[in-house]
């Protein structure tokens, strides 16, 4: 079964500053979804990523996908106290049959913390 | 629906008891998912379902959960004989279909006590 695992498990900065969450996976990913969850939440998308070398932003966050589909970043640009939560990154599993229908495994989380 | 609900939002049942959780998907999505979120870990997969069938339910982590979606819009999910263990967030996506992205409700909180 896929894995992903994420760094750092948690991460507290000054506002303003930048930061840099990863995920990595033990499989080709074919589509990579990074999600944000705020405490007692669902899950807000941000983004996803399907090609090697992929960028996408939006605001202040910057995800990328390498080139050889194993590993994602995501990044924030002058960090602000509404960018706090918990960051998750989503896998999309094939089937056996080689065709995806959008079933995702998640790393554990990133909780970030930003200090005004 | 302008997004993804989730009834209740929490739920507290007496081990042993039956419970059941609704998903109302944006309009339109003919796919659906369940996923159960422990404290402290990312969400995982329980069940798929593409229009009324479940196309998916590997995740199920045994035979006491159960979900349907009989007009392939509205999807129950329930729990038999619950235990202190399923104690979680069970949250319910749902998006247009592969490639797209999956629109989480807010979850519905269960404590079995």
């Known amino acids: 079964s896929q894995e992903l695992e994420q760094s750092p498990q948690s991460l507290i900065v000054q506002e303003g500053k930048n930061l840099t969450i990863n995920c990595t996976s033990s499989?080709?990913?074919?589509?990579l979804y990074w999600y944000k969850q705020k405490y007692g939440e669902g899950l807000i998308f941000l983004m996803m990523l399907q090609k090697g070398g992929e960028e996408k932003s939006h605001e202040k966050i910057t995800a990328k996908l390498d080139e050889k589909k194993q590993q994602s970043s995501l990044h924030i640009t002058a960090s602000q106290p509404s960018h706090a939560g918990i960051y998750l990154c989503?896998?999309?599993?094939?089937?056996?049959?080689?065709?995806?229908?959008?079933?995702?495994?998640f790393g554990q989380g990133t909780i970030l913390t930003v200090h005004p | 629906g302008a997004g993804v609900s989730q009834t209740p939002s929490n739920k507290v049942t007496e081990k042993g008891k039956y419970v059941e959780l609704r998903c109302d998907p944006i309009s339109g999505h003919t796919a659906l998912y369940w996923y159960r979120q422990s404290l402290g870990q990312g969400p995982e997969f329980l069940i798929y379902?593409?229009?009324?069938?479940?196309?998916?339910d590997s995740g199920l982590p045994n035979d006491r959960f159960f979900a349907v979606r009989p007009e392939g819009s509205v999807s129950t999910l329930k729990i038999q004989r619950t235990e202190r263990g399923d104690s979680a967030v069970y949250l319910c996506a749902s998006s247009a279909g592969w490639g797209t992205e999956a629109f989480f409700g807010q979850g519905t909180r269960l404590t079995v006590v």
């Open positions: 499989k080709t990913l074919y589509g």
């Open positions: 989503g896998a999309d599993v094939t089937n056996a049959g080689g065709t995806s229908y959008g079933k995702l495994t």
């Open positions: 379902f593409q229009g009324t069938g479940a196309a998916d």
